[in-house]
């Protein structure tokens, strides 16, 4: 009933940024941690990084200082700002809602379809 999609993806050289976003098609009341997760060509897919509902972030030490997460006060939409980009980045980037909390009912776990990011020179 409730689905995530994601933007922001495309093709960009080393050291450019990208801003991903990742909004709910419709009203969420509440979510518990919003995250970013990637998988690249062959591996699994890992958390790049979390926020709470309170506003505490946590990053993979890879993104450290590079990328930023963010939630607007609604709790409907996720972003993540991706600066400095290398190629190690290159990935699908899936949004995730852990606890979601609807008028209708409570959700535990909510994925995105995926957004493909691609660094290359």
């Known amino acids: 009933q409730v689905q995530l999609v994601e933007s922001g993806g495309g093709l960009v050289q080393p050291g450019e940024s990208l801003r991903l976003s990742c909004t709910a098609s419709?009203?969420?009341?509440?979510?518990?941690?919003w995250d970013w997760y990637r998988q690249a060509p062959g591996q699994q897919r890992e958390l790049v990084a979390s926020?709470?509902?309170?506003?505490?972030?946590n990053y993979a030490d890879s993104v450290k200082g590079r990328f930023t997460i963010s939630r607007d006060n609604l709790e409907n939409t996720v972003s993540l700002q991706m600066n400095s980009l290398q190629p190690e980045d290159t990935a699908v980037y899936y949004c995730?809602?852990?606890?979601?909390?609807?008028?209708?009912?409570?959700?535990?776990?909510?994925w995105g379809q995926g957004t493909l990011v691609t660094v290359s020179s």
């Open positions: 995730h809602a852990d606890l979601v909390r609807t008028v209708a009912r409570l959700y535990h776990g909510l």
């Open positions: 419709t009203f969420i009341d509440s979510v518990n941690n």
């Open positions: 926020i709470s509902s309170d506003g505490n972030t």
